[in-house]
């Protein structure tokens, strides 16, 4: 069983959608909880990262955690094209390593 | 620019070859993570050090790949006799290791990509 676990997608939302991408994780010892987005032949970069149950709000994005069901989510709310990317769920563990999932490839049609 | 650098860029070579990356982290941040990232997967996992020490090398790592940080700060990646498995970008990150949960971010250099032919 993999460390992290999202749908590869493509997930495509129209533009102005709200885009819902979904991961989930096998270590109870995870901490913290981060989600990547990651434009083809870039590097990742952080969007946000959540450690509490509940939901965590930043403009257009919001990350929800629920550690009892292991699972975390990403909103997008008013999708744009420039959204299009692969997001990647990542977990901390024991504030030591951090595993990523394969990533969900997002398109956002005009 | 105080971001993660990592050089070369590009290394195009051939199989049986030796090759070495070199990643320069932010300057304050204590940990050092090097991660294999192939075409539609996610970034795997390799080391990761703190201050120069090794603290934990991924169990699919071949014998042939070595890293170190000798003085804490920059950090190479060698993999001895390539093979053309070893074709990926590899990807360095750093962060303020610890015990606070708001230091973990991780923050990521631009890649090396490796194509062995």
């Known amino acids: 069983q993999k460390e992290v676990e999202q749908n590869s997608g493509p997930l495509s939302v129209p533009e102005g959608a709200i885009a819902s991408l979904n991961c989930t994780y096998s270590?109870?010892?995870?901490?913290?909880f981060f989600w990547y987005r990651q434009y083809s032949g870039k590097s990742p970069e952080l969007i946000m990262f959540?450690?509490?149950?509940g939901d965590k709000e930043d403009g257009r994005f919001t990350a929800q955690l629920n550690k009892a069901s292991q699972y975390v989510s990403l909103l997008i709310r008013d999708s744009q094209p420039s959204d299009s990317a692969t997001y990647l769920c990542?977990?901390?563990?024991?504030?030591?390593?951090?595993?990523f999932g394969s990533g969900t490839k997002l398109n956002v049609k005009p | 620019d105080t971001g993660v650098s990592q050089d070369p860029r590009h290394k195009i070579t051939k199989r049986g070859q030796n090759v070495t990356f070199r990643c320069d982290p932010i300057s304050e941040h204590n940990r050092l993570y090097w991660y294999r990232q192939t075409l539609g997967q996610g970034p795997e996992f390799l080391t990761y050090f703190q201050n120069e020490a090794q603290l934990e090398k991924s169990r699919l790592l071949s014998d042939r790949f070595s890293a170190e940080r000798p003085k804490g700060s920059f950090s190479t990646l060698e993999i001895q006799r390539t093979e053309q498995g070893d074709s990926a970008m590899y990807l360095c990150?750093?962060?303020?290791?610890?015990?606070?949960?708001?230091?973990?971010?991780?923050?990521f250099g631009e890649g090396s990509r490796l194509t062995v032919l």
């Open positions: 990150a750093s962060s303020l290791g610890g015990l606070d949960l708001n230091t973990g971010e991780l923050f």
């Open positions: 959540i450690y509490s149950n």
């Open positions: 270590d109870r010892g995870s901490q913290s």
């Open positions: 990542a977990v901390n563990v024991n504030f030591n390593k951090f595993y």
